[in-house]
């Protein structure tokens, strides 16, 4: 199956900063890429997907300067969470469906701490 | 009332038992279906797509019922491996991909 990696796999970092999380196709090109959070015991709740050469779509509810969003080229997108608080602690997951095709393929997400 | 419904679980069986899980969701347009298994702490992987005419893969068959908007997971001769949380996922109108997700059900095999 395809593969999608995402960078870094742990992060802890101090409220009022800021983390970049990237998200790459490494064996196909992904025009379209999904950004989810998970929180314990919970199911993926999607945030935004990301279209190359284009801004994010975000999901109602999304805070689109929180959580900015740039899929520079057709294997890279990228989130960062922006002042993160506690709150904003949770395992994050992109996603990326082959051209043409409708199953996602999983990043193995991030797991971000801000203490 | 929720997209994607799914049994809530927790099921916990015995190793060789059968388990059936199922799934409704409420976008009579939506085209795609897919069951996706997770590990804790781990990404969604594929386990299999869900077809109008159902389709097996070893010890899972998937059924989807368009005219109920129902879909099931059945796992017969359940191993210790099959223990995680299994996702039922619902795609739209589009290839775009867009997936609606449940909120999983968890198995649990004991030995």
């Known amino acids: 199956g395809a593969v999608v990696s995402q960078h870094p796999s742990r992060v802890i970092c101090k409220s009022g900063t800021s983390v970049k999380i990237e998200c790459r196709s490494l064996?196909?090109?992904?025009?379209?890429m999904f950004w989810y959070r998970q929180f314990p015991k919970k199911s993926l709740m999607l945030m935004a997907t990301s279209n190359e050469g284009s801004k994010a779509t975000y999901e109602q509810g999304v805070e689109k300067d929180k959580f900015l969003i740039n899929h520079a080229s057709l294997t890279l997108s990228t989130l960062t969470v922006t002042s993160a608080h506690p709150e904003d602690s949770s395992f994050y997951i992109c996603s990326a469906p082959l051209q043409g095709y409708y199953e996602q393929y999983f990043g193995p997400g991030t797991r971000l701490t801000v203490t | 009332r929720k997209e994607v419904e799914q049994d809530p679980g927790p099921f916990n069986v015995p190793e060789g038992a059968t388990v059936a899980f199922n799934c409704t969701y409420s976008n009579s347009a939506s085209q795609s279906f897919f069951w996706y298994r997770q590990d804790c702490r781990k990404e969604p992987k594929l386990l299999m797509s869900v077809y109008s005419s159902g389709n097996e893969d070893g010890r899972f068959t998937a059924q989807l019922n368009r005219a109920s908007q129902y879909i099931s997971l059945l796992i017969r001769d359940s191993k210790l491996s099959d223990s995680a949380t299994y996702l039922c996922v619902v795609n739209g109108n589009t290839n775009a991909g867009k997936s609606t997700f449940g909120d999983g059900t968890t198995l649990t095999v004991k030995p």
């Open positions: 064996d196909f090109q992904a025009t379209t």
